[in-house]
Protein backbone atom coordinates (compact mmCIF):
# COMPACT_ATOMS: atom_id res chain seq x y z
CA UNK A 1 0.00 0.00 0.00
CA UNK A 2 2.39 2.32 0.99
CA UNK A 3 4.19 1.82 -2.13
CA UNK A 4 1.83 2.22 -4.48
CA UNK A 5 1.39 5.64 -2.44
CA UNK A 6 5.18 6.49 -3.22
CA UNK A 7 4.85 5.77 -6.73
CA UNK A 8 2.21 7.81 -7.23
CA UNK A 9 3.94 10.87 -5.51
CA UNK A 10 7.26 10.51 -7.44
CA UNK A 11 5.76 10.75 -10.91
CA UNK A 12 3.93 13.51 -9.62
CA UNK A 13 7.19 15.26 -8.23
CA UNK A 14 9.00 14.80 -11.49
CA UNK A 15 5.74 16.06 -13.57
CA UNK A 16 5.76 19.24 -11.11
CA UNK A 17 9.92 19.85 -11.92
CA UNK A 18 9.00 19.63 -15.50
CA UNK A 19 6.67 22.86 -15.32
CA UNK A 20 6.42 24.35 -11.56
CA UNK A 21 9.97 26.35 -10.04
CA UNK A 22 9.57 25.25 -6.81
CA UNK A 23 8.12 21.77 -5.69
CA UNK A 24 7.70 20.80 -1.86
CA UNK A 25 7.60 17.10 -1.00
CA UNK A 26 4.83 17.44 2.04
CA UNK A 27 3.92 15.28 4.80
CA UNK A 28 3.81 13.49 8.32
CA UNK A 29 7.16 13.27 10.24
CA UNK A 30 8.53 9.91 9.06
CA UNK A 31 6.54 9.62 6.28
CA UNK A 32 9.50 8.94 3.84
CA UNK A 33 9.94 12.94 2.42
CA UNK A 34 13.61 12.83 2.27
CA UNK A 35 13.91 8.97 0.95
CA UNK A 36 11.62 10.07 -1.71
CA UNK A 37 13.24 13.32 -2.46
CA UNK A 38 16.70 11.50 -2.26
CA UNK A 39 15.63 8.82 -5.31
CA UNK A 40 14.39 11.63 -7.53
CA UNK A 41 17.39 12.85 -7.16
CA UNK A 42 19.86 9.85 -7.85
CA UNK A 43 17.44 8.27 -10.51
CA UNK A 44 16.03 11.61 -12.80
CA UNK A 45 16.81 14.63 -11.32
CA UNK A 46 20.11 15.72 -10.59
CA UNK A 47 20.61 18.49 -7.92
CA UNK A 48 22.41 19.41 -5.33
CA UNK A 49 21.95 18.17 -1.88
CA UNK A 50 21.52 20.45 1.28
CA UNK A 51 20.20 19.20 4.91
CA UNK A 52 18.99 22.08 7.34
CA UNK A 53 19.00 19.24 10.04
CA UNK A 54 22.56 19.72 9.92
CA UNK A 55 23.80 22.38 12.27
CA UNK A 56 26.72 23.93 10.12
CA UNK A 57 24.45 23.91 7.27
CA UNK A 58 21.15 25.10 9.04
CA UNK A 59 23.42 28.00 10.63
CA UNK A 60 24.97 29.50 7.86
CA UNK A 61 21.47 29.27 6.36
CA UNK A 62 20.07 31.39 8.88
CA UNK A 63 22.64 34.05 9.01
CA UNK A 64 22.55 34.60 5.72
CA UNK A 65 20.04 33.02 3.56
CA UNK A 66 20.62 35.31 0.51
CA UNK A 67 24.18 34.30 0.33
CA UNK A 68 23.15 30.89 1.02
CA UNK A 69 21.06 30.29 -2.17
CA UNK A 70 22.98 32.51 -4.37
CA UNK A 71 26.03 30.32 -3.61
CA UNK A 72 24.05 27.25 -3.77
CA UNK A 73 24.56 25.37 -7.09
CA UNK A 74 21.32 24.27 -9.04
CA UNK A 75 18.58 22.51 -8.96
CA UNK A 76 18.82 21.91 -5.61
CA UNK A 77 17.08 20.08 -3.00
CA UNK A 78 16.80 21.97 0.34
CA UNK A 79 16.15 19.31 3.18
CA UNK A 80 13.88 20.40 6.25
CA UNK A 81 13.47 23.65 4.04
CA UNK A 82 11.13 25.02 7.54
CA UNK A 83 14.26 25.20 9.63
CA UNK A 84 16.09 27.61 7.36
CA UNK A 85 13.03 30.20 8.37
CA UNK A 86 10.84 32.86 6.88
CA UNK A 87 14.04 34.56 5.73
CA UNK A 88 15.20 31.42 3.34
CA UNK A 89 11.61 31.06 1.86
CA UNK A 90 11.35 34.60 1.14
CA UNK A 91 14.98 34.47 -0.74
CA UNK A 92 13.91 31.77 -2.68
CA UNK A 93 10.40 33.27 -3.62
CA UNK A 94 12.07 36.21 -4.59
CA UNK A 95 14.43 33.82 -6.85
CA UNK A 96 12.33 32.72 -8.60
CA UNK A 97 10.30 35.38 -9.48
CA UNK A 98 13.67 36.35 -10.97
CA UNK A 99 14.01 34.11 -12.78
CA UNK A 100 11.00 31.76 -13.47
CA UNK A 101 12.38 28.63 -15.16
CA UNK A 102 10.65 25.39 -13.95
CA UNK A 103 12.27 23.00 -11.74
CA UNK A 104 14.76 25.08 -9.94
CA UNK A 105 14.36 24.18 -6.33
CA UNK A 106 12.76 20.66 -4.69
CA UNK A 107 12.00 20.97 -1.18
CA UNK A 108 10.86 19.21 1.65
CA UNK A 109 9.13 20.16 4.99
CA UNK A 110 7.08 19.31 7.53
CA UNK A 111 2.78 19.84 6.16
CA UNK A 112 2.42 23.08 7.83
CA UNK A 113 4.80 24.97 5.41
CA UNK A 114 2.44 24.81 2.60
CA UNK A 115 -0.67 25.64 4.74
CA UNK A 116 -2.46 28.83 3.15
CA UNK A 117 -3.51 29.85 6.48
CA UNK A 118 0.59 31.46 7.14
CA UNK A 119 -0.86 34.41 7.99
CA UNK A 120 1.07 37.40 7.24
CA UNK A 121 4.16 36.90 9.25
CA UNK A 122 4.72 33.48 7.68
CA UNK A 123 5.38 33.34 4.48
CA UNK A 124 3.93 29.90 2.75
CA UNK A 125 5.59 28.52 -0.89
CA UNK A 126 1.55 27.59 -1.39
CA UNK A 127 0.68 30.45 -3.60
CA UNK A 128 4.05 29.95 -5.72
CA UNK A 129 5.26 26.10 -5.45
CA UNK A 130 3.58 22.92 -6.12
CA UNK A 131 3.25 20.48 -3.48
CA UNK A 132 3.20 16.33 -3.41
CA UNK A 133 1.45 15.40 -0.34
CA UNK A 134 2.80 11.58 0.93
CA UNK A 135 0.05 10.23 2.79
N1 LIG B 1 9.78 3.63 0.74
C1 LIG B 1 10.26 3.28 1.94
N2 LIG B 1 10.33 2.02 2.30
C2 LIG B 1 10.82 1.66 3.50
N3 LIG B 1 11.28 2.52 4.42
C3 LIG B 1 11.24 3.80 4.13
C4 LIG B 1 10.73 4.27 2.88
N4 LIG B 1 10.81 5.64 2.87
C5 LIG B 1 11.33 5.98 4.05
N5 LIG B 1 11.60 4.90 4.81
C6 LIG B 1 12.19 4.92 6.16
O1 LIG B 1 11.37 5.74 6.98
C7 LIG B 1 12.17 6.56 7.83
C8 LIG B 1 11.85 8.02 7.58
O2 LIG B 1 12.21 8.36 6.25
P1 LIG B 1 12.60 9.84 5.85
O3 LIG B 1 13.72 10.36 6.67
O4 LIG B 1 12.77 9.81 4.37
O5 LIG B 1 11.27 10.58 6.21
P2 LIG B 1 10.97 12.11 6.45
O6 LIG B 1 9.54 12.30 6.08
O7 LIG B 1 11.97 12.97 5.75
O8 LIG B 1 11.13 12.19 8.02
P3 LIG B 1 11.21 13.45 9.00
O9 LIG B 1 9.80 13.73 9.39
O10 LIG B 1 12.02 12.98 10.14
O11 LIG B 1 11.84 14.57 8.22
C9 LIG B 1 13.61 6.21 7.52
O12 LIG B 1 14.07 5.29 8.46
C10 LIG B 1 13.55 5.59 6.14
O13 LIG B 1 14.58 4.67 5.92
MG1 LIG C 1 12.95 14.59 6.66
Given at each position: MAEIIERRARQSVLNALSDTRVVVIVGARQVGKRTLALEIVKSDFPATVINLDERAVRESVLADPAGALADLEEPAFID?????GNDLLLEIKASVDRDNRPGRFLLTG????????????RPSPAGWSSSASLL
Amino acid sequence: MAEIIERRARQSVLNALSDTRVVVIVGARQVGKRTLALEIVKSDFPATVINLDERAVRESVLADPAGALADLEEPAFIDEVQRGGNDLLLEIKASVDRDNRPGRFLLTGSARICSRHGGPSRPSPAGWSSSASLL
